[in-house]
Protein backbone atom coordinates (compact mmCIF):
# COMPACT_ATOMS: atom_id res chain seq x y z
CA UNK A 1 0.00 0.00 0.00
CA UNK A 2 1.34 3.09 -0.94
CA UNK A 3 1.90 6.05 1.95
CA UNK A 4 -0.21 8.49 2.63
CA UNK A 5 -0.92 10.88 5.69
CA UNK A 6 -3.36 10.03 7.80
CA UNK A 7 -6.57 12.07 9.08
CA UNK A 8 -7.89 12.17 12.72
CA UNK A 9 -10.68 10.31 11.15
CA UNK A 10 -8.33 7.70 10.15
CA UNK A 11 -6.56 7.10 12.82
CA UNK A 12 -9.94 7.26 15.05
CA UNK A 13 -11.13 4.25 12.71
CA UNK A 14 -7.67 2.38 12.88
CA UNK A 15 -7.87 2.57 17.05
CA UNK A 16 -11.71 2.06 17.00
CA UNK A 17 -10.80 -1.50 14.97
CA UNK A 18 -8.21 -2.41 17.56
CA UNK A 19 -10.46 -1.49 20.16
CA UNK A 20 -13.03 -3.50 19.10
CA UNK A 21 -10.30 -6.45 18.98
CA UNK A 22 -8.90 -6.36 14.70
CA UNK A 23 -5.40 -6.92 14.64
CA UNK A 24 -2.81 -5.23 12.47
CA UNK A 25 -3.02 -7.84 9.96
CA UNK A 26 -6.54 -7.80 9.57
CA UNK A 27 -6.86 -3.89 8.99
CA UNK A 28 -4.65 -4.11 6.28
CA UNK A 29 -6.36 -6.90 5.04
CA UNK A 30 -9.24 -5.26 4.46
CA UNK A 31 -7.51 -2.24 3.09
CA UNK A 32 -7.99 0.56 5.69
CA UNK A 33 -3.92 1.06 6.50
CA UNK A 34 -1.21 -1.09 6.10
CA UNK A 35 0.22 -3.41 8.66
CA UNK A 36 3.32 -1.48 9.78
CA UNK A 37 1.61 1.80 9.95
CA UNK A 38 -1.88 0.32 11.70
CA UNK A 39 1.24 -1.48 14.47
CA UNK A 40 2.67 2.19 15.02
CA UNK A 41 -0.87 3.73 16.11
CA UNK A 42 -1.86 0.52 18.18
CA UNK A 43 1.87 0.72 19.67
CA UNK A 44 1.62 4.42 20.47
CA UNK A 45 -1.84 3.40 22.21
CA UNK A 46 -0.83 0.91 24.80
CA UNK A 47 2.37 3.44 25.46
CA UNK A 48 0.31 5.73 27.20
CA UNK A 49 -1.64 2.87 28.63
CA UNK A 50 -5.10 2.84 26.52
CA UNK A 51 -6.57 -1.27 26.50
CA UNK A 52 -8.43 -2.86 23.87
CA UNK A 53 -12.00 -1.96 25.61
CA UNK A 54 -10.72 1.60 26.54
CA UNK A 55 -13.03 4.33 25.48
CA UNK A 56 -11.47 6.70 22.66
CA UNK A 57 -11.90 10.79 23.21
CA UNK A 58 -10.64 12.92 21.15
CA UNK A 59 -7.53 14.08 23.44
CA UNK A 60 -6.52 10.39 23.52
CA UNK A 61 -7.12 10.22 19.36
CA UNK A 62 -4.88 13.54 19.27
CA UNK A 63 -2.42 12.58 21.51
CA UNK A 64 -1.91 9.00 19.84
CA UNK A 65 -1.69 10.85 16.54
CA UNK A 66 1.26 13.46 17.71
CA UNK A 67 3.42 10.78 19.10
CA UNK A 68 2.70 8.69 15.46
CA UNK A 69 3.84 11.59 13.13
CA UNK A 70 5.65 13.65 15.11
CA UNK A 71 8.85 14.60 13.43
CA UNK A 72 12.15 16.18 14.23
CA UNK A 73 12.95 19.39 13.91
CA UNK A 74 15.17 20.47 10.45
CA UNK A 75 17.91 22.95 11.38
CA UNK A 76 17.60 26.65 10.34
CA UNK A 77 18.61 27.18 7.09
CA UNK A 78 21.41 29.87 7.02
CA UNK A 79 19.02 32.71 5.12
CA UNK A 80 16.46 32.26 7.70
CA UNK A 81 19.10 32.81 10.49
CA UNK A 82 20.09 35.78 8.00
CA UNK A 83 16.60 37.02 7.69
CA UNK A 84 16.27 36.65 11.78
CA UNK A 85 18.43 38.81 12.57
CA UNK A 86 16.83 41.79 10.58
CA UNK A 87 13.12 40.64 12.61
CA UNK A 88 13.00 44.24 14.00
CA UNK A 89 13.44 46.24 10.88
CA UNK A 90 11.06 43.84 8.63
CA UNK A 91 8.58 43.69 11.83
CA UNK A 92 8.38 47.59 11.59
CA UNK A 93 8.62 48.04 7.65
CA UNK A 94 5.15 45.22 7.62
CA UNK A 95 3.53 47.35 10.50
CA UNK A 96 3.84 50.88 9.93
CA UNK A 97 0.94 52.90 9.34
CA UNK A 98 1.76 53.17 5.65
CA UNK A 99 3.31 49.52 5.53
CA UNK A 100 5.36 48.34 2.81
CA UNK A 101 4.67 45.58 0.45
CA UNK A 102 7.38 42.43 0.50
CA UNK A 103 8.89 43.33 -2.62
CA UNK A 104 9.80 46.63 -0.82
CA UNK A 105 11.17 44.71 1.99
CA UNK A 106 13.38 42.23 -0.49
CA UNK A 107 14.67 45.22 -2.38
CA UNK A 108 15.60 47.38 1.02
CA UNK A 109 17.31 44.32 2.06
CA UNK A 110 18.87 43.29 -1.29
CA UNK A 111 20.84 47.02 -0.61
CA UNK A 112 22.01 46.92 2.38
CA UNK A 113 23.98 43.67 0.90
CA UNK A 114 21.36 40.83 2.58
CA UNK A 115 20.89 38.37 -0.55
CA UNK A 116 17.85 36.47 0.35
CA UNK A 117 15.93 34.63 -2.52
CA UNK A 118 12.51 36.64 -2.27
CA UNK A 119 10.64 33.04 -1.65
CA UNK A 120 12.42 32.28 1.15
CA UNK A 121 11.53 35.99 2.68
CA UNK A 122 7.79 35.21 1.70
CA UNK A 123 8.22 31.49 3.50
CA UNK A 124 9.69 33.00 6.44
CA UNK A 125 7.40 36.34 6.52
CA UNK A 126 4.63 34.16 6.23
CA UNK A 127 5.54 31.43 9.23
CA UNK A 128 7.39 33.72 11.32
CA UNK A 129 5.17 37.03 11.00
CA UNK A 130 1.91 35.88 10.26
CA UNK A 131 2.12 38.22 6.93
CA UNK A 132 -0.45 37.43 4.43
CA UNK A 133 -0.70 38.73 0.57
CA UNK A 134 -3.84 40.94 -0.36
CA UNK A 135 -6.72 39.63 -1.88
CA UNK A 136 -7.73 38.53 -5.70
CA UNK A 137 -8.55 42.10 -7.84
CA UNK A 138 -10.97 42.14 -10.66
CA UNK A 139 -9.85 42.34 -14.36
CA UNK A 140 -11.10 45.34 -16.22
CA UNK A 141 -11.22 45.97 -20.23
CA UNK A 142 -8.62 48.36 -21.52
CA UNK A 143 -9.42 51.24 -23.46
CA UNK A 144 -7.85 51.78 -26.93
CA UNK A 145 -4.77 53.56 -27.49
CA UNK A 146 -4.67 57.20 -26.58
CA UNK A 147 -8.65 57.10 -25.06
CA UNK A 148 -8.18 57.84 -21.59
CA UNK A 149 -6.16 58.98 -18.56
CA UNK A 150 -6.43 57.72 -15.08
CA UNK A 151 -5.86 60.51 -12.15
CA UNK A 152 -5.64 60.51 -8.60
CA UNK A 153 -3.82 62.08 -5.66
CA UNK A 154 -2.26 59.86 -3.35
CA UNK A 155 -0.57 60.28 0.08
CA UNK A 156 3.29 59.85 0.44
CA UNK A 157 4.08 60.26 3.56
CA UNK A 158 6.00 62.84 5.63
CA UNK A 159 9.40 64.87 4.44
CA UNK A 160 11.46 66.94 6.20
CA UNK A 161 11.42 70.56 6.27
CA UNK A 162 13.84 73.39 7.57
CA UNK A 163 13.61 74.17 10.96
CA UNK A 164 12.96 70.55 11.80
CA UNK A 165 9.49 70.20 10.72
CA UNK A 166 7.69 68.10 8.64
CA UNK A 167 5.23 68.24 5.69
CA UNK A 168 2.57 66.34 4.51
CA UNK A 169 3.66 64.99 0.65
CA UNK A 170 1.38 64.47 -2.08
CA UNK A 171 1.55 62.89 -5.66
CA UNK A 172 -0.49 63.21 -8.65
CA UNK A 173 -0.66 59.90 -10.61
CA UNK A 174 -1.30 59.64 -13.81
CA UNK A 175 -1.49 56.03 -15.99
CA UNK A 176 -2.35 54.77 -18.87
CA UNK A 177 -4.46 51.97 -18.60
CA UNK A 178 -3.84 50.95 -21.91
CA UNK A 179 0.46 50.36 -21.77
CA UNK A 180 0.53 51.22 -17.76
CA UNK A 181 2.84 53.76 -18.42
CA UNK A 182 2.76 56.69 -15.69
CA UNK A 183 3.81 59.55 -14.63
CA UNK A 184 4.10 61.02 -10.95
CA UNK A 185 3.95 64.69 -10.18
CA UNK A 186 4.71 65.48 -6.07
CA UNK A 187 3.30 68.52 -5.00
CA UNK A 188 1.97 69.93 -1.44
CA UNK A 189 -1.16 70.90 -2.56
CA UNK A 190 -4.32 70.19 -4.44
CA UNK A 191 -5.63 73.27 -5.57
CA UNK A 192 -6.97 73.73 -9.24
CA UNK A 193 -3.77 75.48 -10.00
CA UNK A 194 -1.65 72.62 -8.49
CA UNK A 195 -3.46 69.84 -10.56
CA UNK A 196 -3.44 71.99 -13.83
CA UNK A 197 0.38 72.50 -13.29
CA UNK A 198 0.62 68.53 -12.71
CA UNK A 199 -1.74 67.65 -15.69
CA UNK A 200 0.62 70.08 -18.27
CA UNK A 201 3.87 68.38 -16.85
CA UNK A 202 2.09 64.81 -17.57
CA UNK A 203 1.46 65.81 -20.78
CA UNK A 204 5.13 67.09 -21.41
CA UNK A 205 6.29 63.83 -20.34
CA UNK A 206 3.98 61.34 -22.24
CA UNK A 207 4.47 64.06 -25.39
CA UNK A 208 1.14 64.24 -26.01
CA UNK A 209 -2.56 64.67 -24.51
CA UNK A 210 -5.42 61.59 -23.81
CA UNK A 211 -9.22 62.34 -25.33
CA UNK A 212 -10.71 61.26 -21.91
CA UNK A 213 -9.38 61.93 -18.42
CA UNK A 214 -10.78 59.98 -15.77
CA UNK A 215 -10.62 61.35 -12.11
CA UNK A 216 -12.73 60.83 -8.45
CA UNK A 217 -14.43 63.70 -7.04
CA UNK A 218 -11.40 66.24 -6.04
CA UNK A 219 -12.54 68.88 -4.86
CA UNK A 220 -10.09 70.95 -7.10
CA UNK A 221 -12.09 69.72 -10.43
CA UNK A 222 -15.24 68.39 -9.10
CA UNK A 223 -17.77 70.94 -7.36
CA UNK A 224 -20.58 68.72 -6.78
CA UNK A 225 -20.75 64.67 -7.17
CA UNK A 226 -23.10 63.40 -9.26
CA UNK A 227 -23.18 60.26 -10.98
CA UNK A 228 -25.88 62.02 -13.86
CA UNK A 229 -24.76 65.50 -13.63
CA UNK A 230 -21.54 66.47 -12.05
CA UNK A 231 -20.73 69.83 -11.20
CA UNK A 232 -17.56 70.74 -12.91
CA UNK A 233 -14.97 73.35 -11.49
CA UNK A 234 -15.18 76.44 -14.18
CA UNK A 235 -11.73 77.14 -14.03
CA UNK A 236 -10.99 72.99 -14.85
CA UNK A 237 -13.77 72.98 -17.44
CA UNK A 238 -11.52 75.84 -19.21
CA UNK A 239 -8.28 74.01 -18.71
CA UNK A 240 -9.76 70.82 -20.02
CA UNK A 241 -10.99 73.11 -23.03
CA UNK A 242 -7.84 74.37 -23.61
CA UNK A 243 -6.40 70.78 -23.66
CA UNK A 244 -9.10 69.64 -26.09
CA UNK A 245 -9.83 65.97 -23.49
CA UNK A 246 -12.89 65.28 -22.43
CA UNK A 247 -13.47 65.13 -17.97
CA UNK A 248 -15.29 61.89 -17.28
CA UNK A 249 -15.84 61.99 -13.26
CA UNK A 250 -15.59 58.63 -11.25
CA UNK A 251 -18.97 57.77 -9.10
CA UNK A 252 -19.03 58.12 -5.47
CA UNK A 253 -17.03 55.63 -3.98
CA UNK A 254 -16.39 53.51 -6.60
CA UNK A 255 -13.00 53.10 -6.96
CA UNK A 256 -13.16 50.41 -9.78
CA UNK A 257 -14.43 53.21 -12.15
CA UNK A 258 -10.93 54.38 -12.16
CA UNK A 259 -9.15 50.98 -11.32
CA UNK A 260 -5.60 51.25 -12.90
CA UNK A 261 -4.68 54.25 -11.13
CA UNK A 262 -6.48 53.31 -7.89
CA UNK A 263 -4.17 50.37 -7.24
CA UNK A 264 -1.19 52.10 -8.07
CA UNK A 265 -0.97 54.69 -5.19
CA UNK A 266 0.62 52.40 -2.92
CA UNK A 267 2.72 50.93 -5.60
CA UNK A 268 4.69 54.62 -6.26
CA UNK A 269 4.60 54.66 -2.18
CA UNK A 270 6.14 51.55 -1.65
CA UNK A 271 8.54 51.28 -4.98
CA UNK A 272 9.79 54.80 -4.98
CA UNK A 273 9.31 56.97 -1.61
CA UNK A 274 9.51 54.50 1.33
CA UNK A 275 12.59 53.90 2.62
CA UNK A 276 14.11 57.00 1.44
CA UNK A 277 14.82 60.23 3.20
CA UNK A 278 13.42 63.43 0.95
CA UNK A 279 13.62 67.20 1.74
CA UNK A 280 10.69 69.32 0.78
CA UNK A 281 12.83 70.61 -2.00
CA UNK A 282 10.51 70.01 -4.72
CA UNK A 283 12.52 70.28 -7.60
CA UNK A 284 14.55 67.29 -6.23
CA UNK A 285 11.53 65.37 -5.66
CA UNK A 286 9.72 65.81 -9.06
CA UNK A 287 13.09 64.97 -11.12
CA UNK A 288 13.51 61.54 -8.93
CA UNK A 289 9.83 61.19 -9.47
CA UNK A 290 10.21 61.35 -13.13
CA UNK A 291 13.41 59.63 -13.17
CA UNK A 292 11.37 56.72 -11.45
CA UNK A 293 8.76 56.85 -13.63
CA UNK A 294 10.77 56.81 -16.75
CA UNK A 295 13.68 54.40 -16.02
CA UNK A 296 12.13 52.13 -13.08
CA UNK A 297 8.16 51.76 -13.03
CA UNK A 298 8.38 52.17 -17.04
CA UNK A 299 11.14 49.49 -17.76
CA UNK A 300 9.50 47.09 -15.33
CA UNK A 301 7.77 43.87 -16.59
CA UNK A 302 3.91 44.40 -15.76
CA UNK A 303 2.62 41.86 -13.38
CA UNK A 304 -0.85 41.74 -15.40
CA UNK A 305 0.12 42.44 -18.99
CA UNK A 306 3.84 40.69 -18.73
CA UNK A 307 4.60 43.62 -20.90
CA UNK A 308 7.53 46.42 -20.52
CA UNK A 309 5.11 49.94 -20.03
CA UNK A 310 7.74 51.98 -21.84
CA UNK A 311 7.92 49.71 -25.11
CA UNK A 312 3.70 49.36 -25.21
CA UNK A 313 3.22 53.39 -24.94
CA UNK A 314 6.30 54.41 -27.40
CA UNK A 315 4.92 51.54 -29.67
CA UNK A 316 1.72 51.71 -29.64
CA UNK A 317 0.00 54.55 -27.50
CA UNK A 318 2.13 57.83 -28.06
CA UNK A 319 1.37 58.14 -31.74
CA UNK A 320 -2.55 58.11 -31.12
CA UNK A 321 -2.32 61.16 -28.62
CA UNK A 322 -3.14 64.79 -28.99
CA UNK A 323 -0.61 67.60 -29.57
CA UNK A 324 0.97 68.27 -26.70
CA UNK A 325 0.52 71.98 -25.19
CA UNK A 326 3.15 74.70 -26.28
CA UNK A 327 2.38 77.55 -23.77
CA UNK A 328 1.43 77.10 -19.99
CA UNK A 329 -2.39 77.74 -19.15
CA UNK A 330 -3.15 80.99 -17.08
CA UNK A 331 -5.31 79.33 -14.85
CA UNK A 332 -8.85 81.17 -14.12
CA UNK A 333 -10.30 81.84 -11.12
CA UNK A 334 -13.74 82.26 -10.60
CA UNK A 335 -15.87 83.91 -7.55
CA UNK A 336 -19.10 85.64 -6.76
CA UNK A 337 -19.05 89.47 -6.24
CA UNK A 338 -21.81 92.38 -5.26
CA UNK A 339 -21.47 95.60 -7.05
CA UNK A 340 -21.45 98.04 -3.93
CA UNK A 341 -22.75 102.05 -3.87
CA UNK A 342 -19.33 103.00 -4.59
CA UNK A 343 -19.76 101.73 -7.75
CA UNK A 344 -17.06 98.76 -7.24
CA UNK A 345 -16.74 95.48 -6.07
CA UNK A 346 -13.72 93.41 -4.69
CA UNK A 347 -12.10 90.90 -6.44
CA UNK A 348 -8.65 89.50 -5.48
CA UNK A 349 -8.53 92.51 -2.68
CA UNK A 350 -8.50 94.44 -5.00
CA UNK A 351 -11.77 96.67 -6.53
CA UNK A 352 -12.96 97.45 -9.69
CA UNK A 353 -15.32 99.79 -10.85
CA UNK A 354 -19.59 99.17 -12.91
CA UNK A 355 -21.91 101.24 -14.06
CA UNK A 356 -24.13 102.69 -11.53
CA UNK A 357 -27.07 100.21 -13.37
CA UNK A 358 -25.60 97.53 -11.57
CA UNK A 359 -24.88 98.85 -7.95
CA UNK A 360 -26.59 95.84 -5.54
CA UNK A 361 -26.67 93.21 -8.09
CA UNK A 362 -24.37 89.96 -7.59
CA UNK A 363 -21.88 88.95 -10.21
CA UNK A 364 -19.89 86.56 -11.79
CA UNK A 365 -16.14 87.51 -11.71
CA UNK A 366 -13.75 85.87 -13.95
CA UNK A 367 -10.23 86.55 -12.63
CA UNK A 368 -6.19 85.78 -14.63
CA UNK A 369 -3.18 86.95 -14.52
CA UNK A 370 -3.92 89.82 -16.93
CA UNK A 371 -7.75 90.55 -16.56
CA UNK A 372 -11.03 90.48 -14.61
CA UNK A 373 -14.24 90.12 -16.29
CA UNK A 374 -17.72 90.50 -14.68
CA UNK A 375 -20.58 88.69 -15.89
CA UNK A 376 -24.09 89.41 -14.89
CA UNK A 377 -26.38 85.71 -16.44
CA UNK A 378 -23.67 85.21 -18.46
CA UNK A 379 -22.93 88.13 -20.17
CA UNK A 380 -20.22 90.38 -20.12
CA UNK A 381 -20.55 93.73 -18.40
CA UNK A 382 -17.19 94.39 -17.69
CA UNK A 383 -13.86 93.96 -18.12
CA UNK A 384 -10.13 95.26 -16.61
CA UNK A 385 -6.56 94.98 -16.67
CA UNK A 386 -5.59 93.54 -13.43
CA UNK A 387 -4.19 95.45 -10.72
CA UNK A 388 -2.26 94.71 -7.32
CA UNK A 389 -3.93 93.86 -4.32
CA UNK A 390 -4.66 97.19 -2.41
CA UNK A 391 -5.44 99.40 -5.80
CA UNK A 392 -8.28 99.99 -7.94
CA UNK A 393 -9.33 100.04 -11.47
CA UNK A 394 -12.02 102.69 -12.16
CA UNK A 395 -13.61 103.23 -15.30
CA UNK A 396 -14.97 107.13 -15.04
CA UNK A 397 -17.49 106.23 -17.71
CA UNK A 398 -18.96 104.01 -15.12
CA UNK A 399 -20.00 107.44 -12.96
CA UNK A 400 -23.33 109.08 -13.61
CA UNK A 401 -22.54 112.63 -15.53
CA UNK A 402 -20.15 115.08 -13.88
CA UNK A 403 -19.68 112.67 -10.77
CA UNK A 404 -16.40 111.86 -12.50
CA UNK A 405 -14.07 114.24 -11.25
CA UNK A 406 -15.33 114.06 -7.78
CA UNK A 407 -14.57 110.22 -7.78
CA UNK A 408 -10.83 110.89 -9.30
CA UNK A 409 -9.83 112.95 -7.23
CA UNK A 410 -7.37 114.23 -9.96
CA UNK A 411 -5.48 117.81 -8.60
CA UNK A 412 -4.61 118.12 -12.69
CA UNK A 413 -8.05 117.84 -13.78
CA UNK A 414 -9.55 120.41 -10.93
CA UNK A 415 -6.99 122.74 -11.64
CA UNK A 416 -7.70 122.75 -15.42
CA UNK A 417 -11.68 123.42 -14.68
CA UNK A 418 -10.58 125.90 -12.42
CA UNK A 419 -8.91 127.96 -15.55
CA UNK A 420 -11.75 127.45 -17.49
CA UNK A 421 -14.05 129.64 -15.31
CA UNK A 422 -11.61 132.12 -15.10
CA UNK A 423 -8.04 133.57 -15.13
CA UNK A 424 -7.41 133.70 -11.50
CA UNK A 425 -10.16 131.39 -10.35
CA UNK A 426 -7.40 128.92 -12.03
CA UNK A 427 -4.54 130.97 -10.61
CA UNK A 428 -6.40 130.68 -7.00
CA UNK A 429 -6.71 126.71 -7.62
CA UNK A 430 -3.33 126.83 -8.07
CA UNK A 431 -2.02 128.24 -5.00
CA UNK A 432 -4.96 126.36 -2.95
CA UNK A 433 -3.19 123.29 -4.21
CA UNK A 434 -0.02 123.67 -4.28
CA UNK A 435 1.21 122.72 -0.92
CA UNK A 436 2.84 118.86 -0.05
CA UNK A 437 -1.03 117.50 1.08
CA UNK A 438 -3.19 118.65 -2.00
CA UNK A 439 -5.88 115.98 -0.78
CA UNK A 440 -6.15 117.68 2.38
CA UNK A 441 -7.41 121.26 0.83
CA UNK A 442 -9.42 119.12 -2.80
CA UNK A 443 -12.80 120.14 -0.61
CA UNK A 444 -11.85 123.74 -0.64
CA UNK A 445 -11.43 123.32 -4.22
CA UNK A 446 -14.67 121.44 -5.19
CA UNK A 447 -16.04 124.80 -2.98
CA UNK A 448 -14.14 127.19 -5.07
CA UNK A 449 -16.30 125.41 -8.12
CA UNK A 450 -19.19 125.53 -6.69
CA UNK A 451 -19.39 128.97 -5.79
CA UNK A 452 -18.57 129.95 -9.33
CA UNK A 453 -21.92 127.81 -10.32
CA UNK A 454 -23.48 129.72 -7.59
CA UNK A 455 -22.42 133.48 -7.90
CA UNK A 456 -21.51 133.60 -11.56
CA UNK A 457 -17.69 132.67 -12.78
CA UNK A 458 -16.86 136.35 -13.63
CA UNK A 459 -17.87 137.63 -10.22
CA UNK A 460 -15.70 134.82 -8.25
CA UNK A 461 -12.72 135.36 -10.50
CA UNK A 462 -12.97 138.98 -9.37
CA UNK A 463 -12.97 138.36 -5.64
CA UNK A 464 -9.87 136.06 -6.58
CA UNK A 465 -8.19 138.55 -8.10
CA UNK A 466 -8.22 140.59 -5.20
CA UNK A 467 -7.96 138.26 -2.33
CA UNK A 468 -4.48 137.33 -4.47
CA UNK A 469 -3.41 140.88 -4.59
CA UNK A 470 -3.49 140.56 -0.39
CA UNK A 471 -2.14 136.96 -0.86
CA UNK A 472 -5.33 135.55 1.06
CA UNK A 473 -6.01 131.87 -0.32
CA UNK A 474 -8.88 130.99 1.93
CA UNK A 475 -12.24 129.44 -0.29
CA UNK A 476 -14.55 130.34 2.80
CA UNK A 477 -13.02 133.61 3.16
CA UNK A 478 -13.85 134.09 -0.83
CA UNK A 479 -17.77 133.17 0.01
CA UNK A 480 -17.61 136.18 2.94
CA UNK A 481 -16.72 138.35 0.20
CA UNK A 482 -19.58 137.28 -2.27
CA UNK A 483 -22.14 137.04 0.34
CA UNK A 484 -21.47 140.71 1.68
CA UNK A 485 -21.06 142.05 -2.17
CA UNK A 486 -24.55 141.14 -2.95
CA UNK A 487 -25.99 142.10 0.73
CA UNK A 488 -24.64 145.18 -0.41
CA UNK A 489 -26.05 145.18 -3.82
CA UNK A 490 -29.74 144.28 -2.36
CA UNK A 491 -29.47 147.20 0.25
CA UNK A 492 -28.78 150.07 -2.53
CA UNK A 493 -30.98 148.81 -4.66
CA UNK A 494 -33.58 149.63 -2.00
CA UNK A 495 -34.87 146.02 -1.93
CA UNK A 496 -36.24 145.09 1.72
CA UNK A 497 -34.11 141.77 2.81
CA UNK A 498 -36.68 139.79 5.49
CA UNK A 499 -34.75 138.06 8.31
CA UNK A 500 -35.35 134.60 8.98
CA UNK A 501 -37.30 134.18 12.19
CA UNK A 502 -35.09 133.56 15.15
CA UNK A 503 -35.05 129.39 15.94
CA UNK A 504 -35.48 129.45 19.83
CA UNK A 505 -38.13 132.69 20.39
CA UNK A 506 -40.74 132.90 23.12
CA UNK A 507 -44.16 133.87 22.40
CA UNK A 508 -44.38 137.51 24.45
CA UNK A 509 -47.02 135.75 26.87
CA UNK A 510 -43.88 133.47 27.77
CA UNK A 511 -42.58 136.57 29.62
CA UNK A 512 -45.92 137.59 31.59
CA UNK A 513 -45.31 137.93 35.47
CA UNK A 514 -49.12 138.23 36.53
CA UNK A 515 -51.83 135.66 35.33
CA UNK A 516 -53.60 137.44 32.73
CA UNK A 517 -51.24 140.16 31.97
CA UNK A 518 -49.80 140.72 28.61
Not at 298 to 318: K, Y
Not at 473 to 491: C, H, N, T, Y
Request: glycine share 6%; hydrophobic share 40%; net charge positive.
Amino acid sequence: MSFRELTMIDVREVLRRWTAGQSARQMAREGVVSRRTATRYIEAAKGIGLGPSAELTDETVREIAARVQARPTPPVSDPRQVLETQRARIEKWLEQDQPLTLVRVHELLFRDGIAVSYTTLRRWARAELGWRERGPTVLVDDPPPGEEAQIDFGLMGYVNAAGGYRRKLWVLIVTLPMSRYQFVWPTFLQTVEALCDALDAAWHFFGGVTKRVVLDNMSAAIIRANAKDPGVNPSFAEYAQARRFFVDPARVRRPRDKARVENQVPFVRERWFAGESFTDDLDVLRASAEHWCREVAGTRIHGTTRLVPREVFEAEEQKELLSAPQEPFDVPRWTDVKVHPDHHVQVAKSLYSLPTAYIGKKLRARLDKKTVRLYLRGELVACHARVAPGKRSTDLSHYPVGKAPYASRNVDSLVSRSRELGEHVGIYAERLLAGPLPWTRMRQAYGLVRLCERYGSERVDAHCKRALEFDVVDVPRIERMLKQARLSEESASGKVVALPPSRFARDAAAFATIKGAE
